[in-house]
């Protein structure tokens, strides 16, 4: 697979050439770049199958490296996103699917290899790499996602839905699918299983699994009766939990400090 590094910073650039001359060596590395200019040059020239794309570079975004090559009808290739935040990671868990990858510095080997082993096999089974108005878009995502709290939902056919997470009231499960319900009223079904946005959120304080099928963004509770398993959300629906769910729903209200706009609980 013959691959390049788009990587400003010479010490992690020198550890995942490393990792990949010890580990992979079916990679084959042409070059490696730190600035836009000199990335859209290597990219343009080698035609890599695999690039390894840092977020961050020194005179700028590598969104721009992706925006020249669109510009100039450049062919579409795999890619494996780096980036230096680990803090807000649900955008970047939410894109992490076939399409798609990242490692997050600093770049752990377990984590390198099975961004590899997902793009061997796309490779192998000839799937078409991603197209790059997408990874821009993602890139842009990536960048902002931070400050703005976006979540983003793959939906059918692969297509992104991004949202504000305080718009979120709730989510449902429907068999291997989730129903994402917006405090207005409006929902969208997303392609994963609601196991997997536990997991995506179970360090984000604001959403709480309250029964097997619910997990509810507590952002937007208005009050919560532990007797019903009843909670209103600040639109006026009502939902429920189980009543396991119910029980450690109030323990959670009840600690301090969990939540950061607290709404009337009982």
Request: charged share 25%.
């Amino acid at each position: 697979m013959n691959a390049v590094i788009i990587e400003d910073n010479p010490l992690d650039l020198k550890l995942l050439a490393s990792m990949l001359a010890m580990h992979h060596s079916e990679v084959n590395i042409e070059g490696n770049a730190g600035n836009v200019e000199e990335g859209f040059d290597l990219i343009a020239s080698t035609r890599p199958e695999l690039v390894f794309l840092d977020i961050e570079l020194s005179d700028g975004n590598s969104f721009e490296i992706l925006k020249k090559l669109k510009v100039h009808g450049h062919p579409s290739f795999h890619c494996i996103i780096i980036t230096a935040h680990n803090s807000f990671d649900y955008t970047l868990q939410a894109i992490q699917f076939d399409a798609l990858d990242f490692i997050v510095k600093p770049i752990q080997p377990d984590h390198l290899s099975k961004a590899l082993i997902k793009a061997f096999k796309k490779i192998q089974n000839n799937i078409a790499p991603i197209d790059l108005p997408t990874i821009m878009n993602y890139m842009s995502l990536l960048s902002t996602q931070h400050s703005n709290k976006k979540i983003a939902f793959q939906v059918v056919r692969g297509a992104i839905e991004v949202i504000d997470s305080d718009l979120i009231a709730y989510l449902e499960a429907d068999d291997k699918m989730t129903i994402v319900h917006n405090i207005d009223g409006n929902k969208f079904h997303a392609s994963n299983n609601i196991g997997y946005y536990k997991r995506l959120f179970e360090h984000e304080l604001s959403f709480f699994q309250i029964a097997k099928n619910i997990i509810v963004n507590t952002k937007n509770v208005k009050r919560f009766d532990p007797y019903e398993t009843m909670v209103t959300l600040n639109n006026g629906k009502n939902i429920f939990a189980s009543r396991r769910g119910a029980h450690e729903f109030k323990k959670f209200l009840q600690e301090p400090g969990n939540l950061s706009e607290k709404g009337e609980s009982a």
